[in-house]
């Protein structure tokens, strides 16, 4: 936590106006029982009726300043807490901005939201008590024991009996809560993991009959979190009665004994009512810095969940001195590329050889899992090589910065998404300034500009959140219009012709050939009739290249293409 701590210099003026007022504040406080004190000993004995006043008056005005110290410390470190749990969710998104597609993989989705939401309030919530607790708790404490002292030594001895046996009591709670704290955020993430799955796969768990199995495994993960939970509340219902109840002990005790030093002329009992009230301060005092060893642990938790996302060391960085690379191009080579995924026992791609260059159209062909997407995730540098080389222009893509790369590059991905807002916010998305008729061109070319127009508010027609009020298809070609619409050097179009029908399909590569003649375009495909007219066609194999060539050339070489292409067409069109 102090690791986060030092992002609280930029709240410096409100620390330390928190610091002077509760200063004040517990100064008045310490002053209270003293002055009361004063007025029993000397006004209330004396029946000295303008002294009562006089004093009486002076109570009033500290007891004012107190509060209005106290309103404005809590009010500052209200402010400085917020602001925290702001900058903490500003940090933490960013570096999740910066992540590469390995660290989304290894730490996981749901864990990202609950530590950028959840896990900051802990922090932020608790933070809010060490800023105001943390000074007034000791200083109330070590004031209380000198200001006892003043009042009368010969009592102390009951604080020193009481306090021990606190801290005793303080100490088995704390160990055996503090597991449980720290567990809490743990079962959150499990219940956020469940429930996530839940609600974006709400449609195969209908589909599929799922729901109350679906309802039994969240209703497990809710009851775990609220059985740890329980037991949490359970140990703090014990610990205030318990405290409590030596608060009440000790001021019968003060009572007690105080009361046979009265009688024996060692005390007076101003001295008394003032030494029960320095003794609850010094007790509550004591209960305060409980509530912080308790609040504390578990948003230590959090902040060390926190703190491994922010020091996530990131694999894919841009170098430190970036290679420039020609603005208009589009060349792409893989040099003997070859790639694991972390953890992965088999390589995904080995010894990948390929050069392509404007003008031309790459196919990518190959079953299931070879590895035809992992191509071009390194072509993107959404992960780095294990060996070997990706060369866009000529230049490595690791030596030039990542974003320059990326501008290169239109890229429509498998897995349609877009983003809440309108059919043309989703379009621009691929170039923000594009003018109504890029968007309108861009929309004709990936053929959806029919369904466009047939809906009421054409291009103004809001998505849903996650694209739901539009069809697979209609996903995809948005998905196009949006990469087409950014007029980049090099396509590549990631199976995003698989939920077209046929006509749709060859209509869309017609309109396209046309479109991307300057281009260097990738088109990773199922279906042969989507590659067969491609300059190149590579056939991917378990990760390897098991042929590169025309659609011709590949049918008299290579016995994988000829199985796929033979699998897919009629003797007569084989022929
Ligand atoms: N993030 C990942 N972590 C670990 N292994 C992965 C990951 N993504 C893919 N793989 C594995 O890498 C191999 C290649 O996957 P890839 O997605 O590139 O195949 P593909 O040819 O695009 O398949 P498909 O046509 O089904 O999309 C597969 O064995 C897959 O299980």
Redesign the pocket.
Known sequence: MIKLYKSLRHFLPYICGVILFLFVQVLSDLYLPTLMADIVDHGIVNKDIGYIFQVGGHMLLIAAGGTLCAVAANFLSAKTAVGFGRLLRNRIFTKVQSFS?QEF?KLGTATLITRTTNDVTQVQQVSVLILSMMISAPLTCLGGISMAIHEDPGLTWVLLVSVPVLFAIIGIVLTRGIPLFKLMQIKLDKLNLVLRENLTGIRVIRAFNRIEKEKKRFDDANLDLMNNAVKVNKIMAVLMPMMMLIMNFTTIAIIWFGGMRINNGEMQVGSLMAFIQYSTQILFSFLMMTMLFVTVPRAQASAARINEVLETEVEVKDPIQTKVVPLKKGYVEFQGVSFR????E?P??KEINFSAGPGEITAII??????????V?LMMRFYDVGSGRVLVDGVDAREMSQESLRAKIGFVP?KSVLFSGTIGDNIRYGKENASLEDVEHAAQVAQAVDFVAGMEEGFEHIIAQGGTNVSGGQKQRLSIARALVKRPEIYIF??SFSALDFKTDAKLRAALKQEVSEATVFI?A?RVATVMDADRIIV?DD?QIAGIGTHQELLRTCEVYHEIVASQLSEGELA
């Open positions: 597609l993989d995924y972390p953890g992965a088999q995904a791609l190959g079953g299931t899992g070879s590895g035809k997407s992992t191509l995730n498998q990631d199976d990773i199922q991917l990760g």
